[in-house]
């Protein structure tokens, strides 16, 4: 057996992502601050506004701490491991975001950008649940299904990208962003459907999926923890491994890197865009089953949520590597698990996680920022993310 | 055979996407459509002088009657076509008689309040255009704006604010373009001194204002709804005597400010964009930047203005949302209107008319969307709101002919770098 070389990310190559989140998390808190009408009461004494400003802030941080990783006060005397309950909900978040930002750096790595990770993610929820609602299948042969029906969804709907790319030179940003509407449009009209719609309801909600499609659960029925992470991680190493072991990948990062030399070189450009967002779709689709399979189990029009779009920024966020994806999931994860807890005890609302992911990708995108702020020489810049146009 | 010009191509083309779609509804919506039925046609909405009341016609007839006026103006195309001339009047009468064979059809047992209908279409449309203005601004002069969706909701946002705090629509309407212009003007930074790649950089630009506004919206406008989120809207103005023209005058001449502001910012962006030194020069730093600045252009100085410039046209659409609409903001409002009005930007080859044209469209397709989702009609409203996305999708691979973005769109310049 091949030796594999996996290297963790060096020391280095995190101090742009670390200092961009830093940064990013106080601009989130000067948001907060300047918004709180209790600190705002202050706003005369100088001293007195940094205290009420700290106060806020702490609490509201301490609330998105709490929701995503470890609340004492869940501890129960007869289960103190419920104080890792809000883990348990952060892993549940990632798992569906790693797979979707998988998708969107796979298709980065081929010097394409996968705007669409939001249609790929709604059509393989809607091909998992179908599956997972329609058909009376036993137990593991009914889950693996309807896995299947997602990942073929996803991959249809993300290949045609890729295809009229090759076929046509069709913008794949114009197209997937049209493309998402499309989706959305198509799930909102499937839940008026008999066939979609829930007997005995009226508002768009499908049936649930039945529990021998649904995701294995990891810890037990107190935690929503399920088998979802493992086919997330192993997508991680599926995408490493493609990128940078095998032939296909070797392609695709030819691509990615100069189309017209891999052209020269003998690479079937257009097999390599529609192969690349087709399994980009693919891994998106993927994340809607896990999606729904795992926790959400049934089809609703705001199923995919924000995950297509979360995806972009942690791809991002991750440079568009495997591991720095799972990275940047854990990371978005936790604040969207506990973002929810940070709303319901502070008066901070959950939107400010969508400010500093914003901010973060952005820092990250522009490091001279982040230079200058941390008055940094040397900061370690890869420009695989380069500016392309339309007519690129 | 003589070879044909890549207009010419894209003429044929379209002639052929016309003529079948005329075949298609005659049989469909004419031939094989069950008579019995009356489709009635509203024509008056107020008190402007009126040419018809209304039209009742068989519903068969009536799509029968569009269905052939439309074959009649393709094989009117063709006849131009052959001699060399421009389509587009038959176009427009044969995509008209398509739009109305369709609606005959769709709407048979109703009654379609017409002059409310394209009113309605050109309300909608107003966000749309000013979108898309904004992304020819930016888009000829070399930098990609897929952040028109956060300039509107920016603009959207503040001029609510404002408006509900100094209880005056003008307030509003002032301060809107500079939201959208402060959004551009961090996408001008980012793209043209940083040089960031130009989506990425609009996506998150996007998100941002969506995080900003609705965090803001959470935190602030509903808790004190009464003072920050209570604006005032603006009412329609009615242009003496232009409005009384039966049919055109309530829908041209019976708008808010905002529309008529509108009529203003498409004439002279289009003016300037063909007639003036400086359109000349955006349109040269959009597609030869290298070439511009050898004859003593300053490329990125020009870019930075008209990329600002664009956030405030963007920005005084947004303000169509609250000012211009139901006055209080709502969480997202634009609801992707942003991302239509790229579209229409691309399905009219960037170009202003195009764009205008593209924009009327959609609105049209949304209005009618809504108007036959209350009447009840066969065609579920999901494939009609679809229609903006699938007609982008259509026009950039190429079926009607290839379109192409200014050439340097999205390329950072640099001095020195070759291009």
């Not at chain 1, 190559?13 to 808190?29: C, D, N, R, V």
């Not at chain 1, 705002?40 to 941080?61: E, M, N, T």
């Not at chain 1, 990632?94 to 394409?112: C, E, H, K, T």
């Not at chain 1, 197209?175 to 009226?202: D, E, Q, S």
Request: aromatic share 12%.
């Amino acid at each position: 057996m091949r030796k594999l070389n996996f290297k963790l990310p060096s020391f280095r190559a995190l101090k742009l992502p670390g200092l961009s989140f830093l940064l990013a998390m106080f601009f989130g808190a000067l948001l907060i601050a300047f918004s709180d009408s209790t600190v705002l009461k202050h706003i005369g004494h100088p001293i007195d506004f940094i205290k009420a400003g700290g106060v806020a802030v702490w609490q509201s941080y301490l609330a998105l701490f709490q929701g995503s990783i470890y609340n004492p006060s869940l501890a129960t005397p007869h289960d103190s491991l419920l104080a890792w309950y809000p883990l348990s909900e952060t892993l549940v978040s990632a798992a569906p975001l790693i797979l979707a930002g998988l998708s969107v750096a796979l298709a980065f790595r081929a010097g394409l950008f996968n705007i669409g990770a939001q249609g790929q993610f709604i059509f393989g929820s809607i091909a998992a649940s179908y599956v997972g609602f329609h058909f009376h299948l036993p137990i593991g042969i009914h889950v693996i299904l309807s896995v299947l029906a997602a990942i073929v969804a996803g991959g249809i709907w993300g290949g045609l990208v890729g295809l009229l790319k090759a076929r046509t030179g069709a913008h794949e940003v114009i197209v997937t962003i049209m493309l998402n509407y499309v989706a959305l449009y198509f799930l909102m009209w499937l839940l008026g459907t008999t066939t979609f719609l829930r007997p005995g309801r009226k508002d768009p909600i499908s049936p649930d999926v039945l529990p021998s499609s649904r995701m294995p659960l990891l810890a037990g029925n107190n935690y929503r923890v399920n088998f979802g992470i493992f086919i997330a991680l192993a997508a991680a190493v599926f995408v490493w491994w493609l990128l940078s072991r095998s032939t296909w990948g070797f392609r695709f990062r030819a691509v990615g890197a100069n189309t017209a030399a891999a052209k020269t070189a003998g690479i079937s450009v257009p097999f390599v865009m529609t192969s690349v967002m087709a399994i980009s779709g693919a891994l998106a689709g993927l994340g809607g089953a896990v999606h729904v399979l795992g926790s959400d189990f049934s089809l609703t029009s705001g199923t995919a949520g924000n995950f297509g779009f979360d995806a972009i920024t942690v791809a991002l966020l991750g440079r568009a590597r495997p591991m720095g994806t799972v990275f940047a999931s854990l990371l978005f994860g936790a604040l969207r698990a506990g973002g929810g807890t940070m709303q319901a005890n502070t008066n901070t609302p959950i939107d400010i996680v969508l400010v500093i992911q914003a901010l973060v990708v952005l820092f990250i995108a522009a490091p001279s920022v982040v230079k200058w702020v941390f008055r940094l020489k040397n900061l370690k810049t890869t420009g695989e993310l380069a500016a392309k146009g339309w007519n690129g | 055979m003589k070879t044909l010009s890549a207009a010419e191509r894209r003429r044929r083309r379209s002639l052929f996407v016309m003529a079948t779609l005329a075949i298609l509804c005659t049989i469909l919506f004419g031939l094989l459509q069950k008579s019995g039925q009356v489709v009635t046609y509203g024509f008056v909405l107020d008190k402007e002088w009126v040419l018809f009341q209304q039209w009742a016609i068989g519903s068969r007839n009536a799509s029968l009657l569009f269905g052939v006026i439309s074959l009649g103006a393709s094989a009117l195309a063709y006849v131009q076509f052959k001699a060399g001339k421009t389509i587009k009047v038959a176009s427009a009468v044969g995509s008209a008689g398509i739009m109305m064979s369709f609606l005959s059809w769709a709407a048979a047992g109703k009654f379609i309040p017409f002059t409310g209908l394209l009113q309605g279409a050109l309300l909608l449309s107003v966000p749309l255009i000013f979108g898309s203005m904004a992304g020819v601004l930016s888009e000829r002069s070399g930098v990609v704006n897929i952040a028109i969706e956060g300039q509107l909701l920016a603009g959207a946002f503040v001029s609510g604010v404002v408006a509900s705090l100094t209880h005056s629509t003008f307030m509003g309407l002032v301060v809107a373009p500079f939201a959208g212009c402060l959004i551009s003007t961090l996408l001008a930074v980012f793209a043209i001194n940083f040089a960031i790649d130009q989506i990425i950089l609009g996506f998150v630009l996007n998100v941002l204002v969506y995080g900003i506004t609705d965090f803001l919206y959470k935190k602030l406008l509903i808790p004190y709804q009464s003072t920050w989120n209570s604006g005032p809207t603006l009412s329609a103005i009615k242009i003496p005597f232009l409005w009384k023209i039966p049919i055109v005058g309530p829908i041209l001449f019976d708008q808010s400010i905002i529309v008529y502001l509108m009529y203003g910012v498409i004439f002279l962006i289009n003016f300037s964009l063909f007639k003036t030194k400086w359109g000349l020069r955006t349109r040269a730093v959009g597609e030869h930047p290298t070439a511009a600045d050898s004859v003593g252009i300053k490329v990125n100085r020009l870019r930075f203005m008209n990329v600002m410039i664009a956030g405030m046209v963007a920005g005084l659409g947004g303000a169509y949302f609250t000012v211009g609409g139901v006055g209080a903001f709502n969480k997202e409002m634009t609801a992707g209107k942003g991302f239509i009005a790229l579209a229409a930007l691309i399905f009219g080859r960037w170009t202003p008319w195009g764009a205008v044209s593209a924009a009327l469209l959609f609105g049209f397709a949304d209005n009618l969307q809504s108007v036959l989702g209350i009447i009840g009609t066969p065609i579920p409203s999901e494939f009609m709101l679809m229609v903006p996305y699938l007609a982008t999708i259509i026009a950039v691979t190429g079926f009607v002919g290839r379109v192409r973005a200014p050439a340097a769109d999205g390329t950072p310049y640099k001095r020195g770098e070759s291009h």
